[in-house]
């Protein structure tokens, strides 16, 4: 099993371009997530989905979008890319959509290391 | 309001136990209480979690207020690899996980 994986490591853009970073896992989650960490901060939520098909805003969605494309996939994408979105996206899964909040674990991807120039 | 609080640092020497607070005063009679932990430039890893008793695991041990509005970490015996910052998590009932700042655990050889 690889986990969760995701893809590029690092990534530098330029202000204006745009990118999708990309997630997969292999353990049959249902529920997927997109997190970014600024220096020193702890990990903010951008997008999740709680399952294949639907998709929900976090904390800070602005700026972001992101599609669920299989039960595996799951993509973040800046559209026009600013400096204050220089960060580490980290990518996670777990199983179980609903139920009791929090009676499973999320399992998180290496992360990518974006700068925005 | 899903926050939890967490002391910003705590320090340990080597090879002693650890016990790292958490508050969660807000919590709700059916929500978990996850742990998870950061080493330097990785993603973060799960430790731990529970519901109202105590928990035990290879990597650590949970206890929770009997009120469940807080809840310490314990790691029996502190090694420099358990230096990371230690995060202390309710998940909401979208089970969102909000991570804060969490606590920043020195092991002093």
């Known amino acids: 099993n690889a986990g969760v994986t995701q893809t590029p490591k690092f990534q530098v853009l330029k202000t204006g371009q745009s990118m999708t970073l990309q997630c997969a896992q292999d353990?049959?989650?249902?529920?997927m997530y997109w997190y970014r960490q600024d220096p020193g901060m702890g990990l903010r939520l951008i997008y999740y989905s709680a399952s294949e098909g639907t998709t929900d805003k976090g904390e800070v969605p602005n700026g972001y979008n992101v599609s669920r494309l299989n039960k595996r996939e799951f993509s973040l994408r800046l559209e026009s890319a600013a400096p204050s979105q220089t960060s580490v996206y980290f990518c996670?899964?777990?199983?179980?959509?609903?139920?009791?909040?929090?009676?499973?674990?999320?399992?998180f991807g290496p992360g990518t290391r974006l700068t925005v120039l | 309001d899903a926050k939890t609080t967490q002391p910003n640092s705590m320090e340990s020497n080597e090879e002693e136990p650890v016990h790292l607070p958490c508050n969660h005063s807000t919590i709700s009679g059916t929500d978990y209480i996850h742990w998870y932990r950061q080493l330097p430039s990785q993603g973060p890893e799960y430790v731990i979690h529970g519901l109202t008793s105590n928990v035990n695991n290879r990597m650590a041990s949970l206890a929770i207020a009997e009120d469940r509005k807080s809840s310490t970490l314990i790691l029996h015996r502190a090694t420099l690899r358990d230096a990371a910052v230690y995060y202390c998590?309710?998940?909401?009932?979208?089970?969102?996980?909000?991570f804060g700042t969490g606590t920043s655990l020195t092991v002093i050889p």
């Open positions: 998590i309710r998940p909401t009932t979208g089970n969102q996980f909000y």
């Open positions: 353990m049959n989650h249902n529920s």
């Open positions: 996670a899964s777990k199983t179980g959509a609903g139920g009791l909040a929090g009676y499973n674990e999320q399992f």
